[in-house]
């Protein structure tokens, strides 16, 4: 199964992941940052497997995202 990887602390809450997919990402409204859903964190970096078919589109994100902090393994 494909994992989503994102590094949060350098999130800079433009809400590009949660636009394009509202099932996997939350935009906090504690600190403006975009959580991953379901996310296990390890020294504040989030991960978590996804299903095959999201990861297209997740890898999609992964490109758009301004500050390139998600990745797709
Ligand atoms: S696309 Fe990147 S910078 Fe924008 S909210 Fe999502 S994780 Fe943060």
Do not use: F
């Not at 999130?11 to 991953?36: T, V």
């Not at 996804?50 to 990745?71: D, G, L, N, W, Y």
């Amino acid at each position: 199964m494909p994992k989503i990887i994102q590094y949060r602390n350098k999130c800079i809450g433009c809400g590009i992941c949660y636009e394009l997919q509202p099932e996997l990402w939350r935009m906090s409204k504690k600190d403006g940052k975009a959580s991953l859903i379901k996310a296990t964190e390890k020294k504040y970096i989030y991960s978590r497997e996804v299903h095959t078919s999201e990861e297209i589109k997740s890898r999609e994100i992964a490109r758009a995202c301004p500050v390139k902090i998600i990745q797709v393994l």
